[in-house]
């Protein structure tokens, strides 16, 4: 079963723009991930924010959670044609029998136009 | 380290035949999680080991599929019979047992079912 959902589904962006996407999730969790899927590839980790954090840098990415609204979001500043690619955040379930269990969002296709 | 590697990166298979997928996750990891990607369904979760023991199995589709993992170099995913509807990429990811921390994925067995 999907733990989060993402949103939008798609994002169409010029390049230098800011994209944001976004993730709800349900259940308890020790950390909230980000990763990056190019078209027919394997999955690639981005960013990985702690439940007791609210802010994460790394280069041109910012990460937010917020756990009492089970929400995260991932803005990418200056966007290049390079980023164009699915992203797709995911949670590590914090207790009971399915510890460390890893699930993932249905993902946000990001199109960066040159 | 190379790596989590998975064989084959294809598979074309007639319906009814037996299918088995292998996977070495990374040295050293603890957790090995088996995952299928369709349009439909998204990337979902099937199965996960800690230490090469099933920890959850719930999204195993049916009674078809079975996940094995003899030790901790190896795993596999096995579709007896297999349907036209098993068609997917199939991608197994490992991770170390300290919980705030990423998983590798492997680039993935693309299964068609004909």
């Given at each position: 079963?999907?733990?989060?959902?993402?949103?939008?589904?798609?994002?169409?962006?010029?390049?230098?723009?800011?994209?944001?996407?976004?993730?709800?999730?349900?259940?308890?969790?020790?950390?909230?991930?980000?990763?990056?899927?190019?078209?027919?590839?394997?999955?690639?980790?981005?960013?990985?924010?702690?439940?007791?954090?609210?802010?994460?840098?790394?280069?041109?990415?910012?990460?937010?959670?917020?756990?009492?609204?089970?929400?995260?979001?991932?803005?990418?500043?200056?966007?290049?044609?390079?980023?164009?690619?699915?992203?797709?955040?995911?949670?590590?379930?914090?207790?009971?029998?399915?510890?460390?269990?890893?699930?993932?969002?249905?993902?946000?296709?990001?199109?960066?136009?040159? | 380290?190379?790596?989590?590697?998975?064989?084959?990166?294809?598979?074309?298979?007639?319906?009814?035949?037996?299918?088995?997928?292998?996977?070495?996750?990374?040295?050293?990891?603890?957790?090995?999680?088996?995952?299928?990607?369709?349009?439909?369904r998204g990337l979902e979760l099937l199965i996960y080991f800690n230490?090469?023991?099933?920890?959850?199995?719930?999204?195993?589709?049916?009674?078809?599929?079975?996940?094995?993992?003899?030790?901790?170099?190896?795993?596999?995913?096995?579709?007896?019979?297999?349907?036209?509807?098993?068609?997917?990429?199939?991608?197994?990811?490992?991770?170390?047992?300290?919980?705030?921390?990423?998983?590798?994925?492997?680039?993935?067995?693309?299964?068609?079912?004909?």
């Amino acid at each position: 079963s999907q733990q989060g959902e993402e949103d939008p589904q798609a994002l169409s962006i010029q390049e230098g723009e800011n994209a944001t996407m976004n993730c709800s999730y349900k259940t308890s969790i020790n950390n909230l991930q980000w990763y990056r899927q190019n078209s027919g590839r394997g999955l690639v980790h981005l960013i990985l924010i702690r439940s007791n954090e609210r802010e994460k840098h790394s280069g041109r990415l910012r990460v937010t959670l917020d756990t009492s609204k089970k929400s995260s979001s991932l803005l990418i500043t200056a966007s290049r044609a390079a980023d164009t690619a699915s992203y797709f955040c995911a949670t590590s379930n914090a207790g009971g029998t399915s510890y460390g269990k890893l699930t993932f969002g249905q993902g946000t296709i990001l199109t960066v136009h040159p | 380290d190379a790596g989590v590697i998975q064989s084959p990166r294809h598979e074309v298979t007639e319906m009814g035949q037996e299918v088995t997928l292998r996977c070495k996750p990374i040295s050293g990891h603890d957790y090995l999680f088996w995952y299928r990607q369709t349009m439909m369904r998204g990337l979902e979760l099937l199965i996960y080991f800690n230490n090469n023991v099933p920890i959850d199995d719930s999204g195993m589709p049916e009674d078809r599929f079975s996940a094995k993992m003899p030790n901790a170099s190896f795993s596999t995913l096995k579709i007896q019979p297999s349907e036209p509807r098993d068609s997917a990429v199939y991608f197994c990811a490992s991770r170390p047992l300290v919980v705030n921390t990423e998983a590798f994925f492997g680039q993935g067995t693309r299964l068609t079912v004909v």
